[in-house]
């Protein structure tokens, strides 16, 4: 068991200090998915964010200090081969479903905690706001990834989550991001 929040990570045998703010992490997977970004500009992107020394690490203990960010993301579990699920939700797209109980939760507004990513001092650690945030219950964001999941499943919705669905269409169905290219391919035939 793990008691305490971590601060840093220990790759190749070398203590790095971590930006373990829930905004860092949020960043974090922001840049993984950033369809603009090479496997290896997301890599980095990744690196930098979590690592405030990232520029002082060795090239050779990149590896470990990505397995070391994922466990961290993971609240120290080890990451699993889950077999693909259908995505339910985006940190940047919910964030504003998300804060709301997450902030009754933990009965302080979250977005509201003092942190300095240069000094990496203060903010929210990650495992709290995740504790949090797997305790939000019934809500606004709760009932919007149950439609979600009902239609990636292909069952039928009741009457009420149909009608909560045409009124809240924006809020449920996930966005797709597209590449520069990929608009401007888009924007040529007239979508």
């Given amino acids: 068991m793990i008691y305490d ?17 829930y905004r860092a992490v949020l960043d974090v997977c922001k840049a993984l998915t950033d369809p ?3 496997d290896q500009d997301r890599a980095e992107a990744m690196m930098d964010i979590f690592y405030p020394d990232f520029a002082q690490m ?29 995505k339910l939700m985006d940190w940047d797209q919910d964030f504003q479903l998300i804060v709301a109980p997450v902030n009754r939760v933990l009965g302080q507004e979250i977005r509201a ?38 239609k990636a499943r292909g069952k039928p919705l009741d009457k009420g989550d149909r009608e909560f669905y045409q009124r809240n269409k924006q809020l449920v169905d996930l966005k797709t991001t597209y590449t520069d290219s990929e608009k401007d391919v888009l924007n040529r035939w007239g979508v």
């Fill in 58 to 86: 060795p090239p050779d203990h990149y590896q470990e200090a990505i397995k070391q960010c994922f466990w961290f993301i993971n609240c120290g579990a080890e990451e699993e081969q889950a077999r693909r699920a259908p």
């Fill in 36 to 38: 603009e970004l090479s």
């Fill in 5 to 21: 929040l971590p601060s840093s990570v220990c790759v190749c045998g070398t203590e790095y200090p971590i930006r373990s703010d």
């Fill in 113 to 150: 905690a003092p942190y300095d990513r240069k000094s990496n001092t203060g903010g929210l650690h990650w495992w709290t706001f995740i504790g949090a945030y797997y305790e939000i219950g019934d809500c606004l964001f709760a009932q919007v990834v149950h439609i979600r999941e009902q």
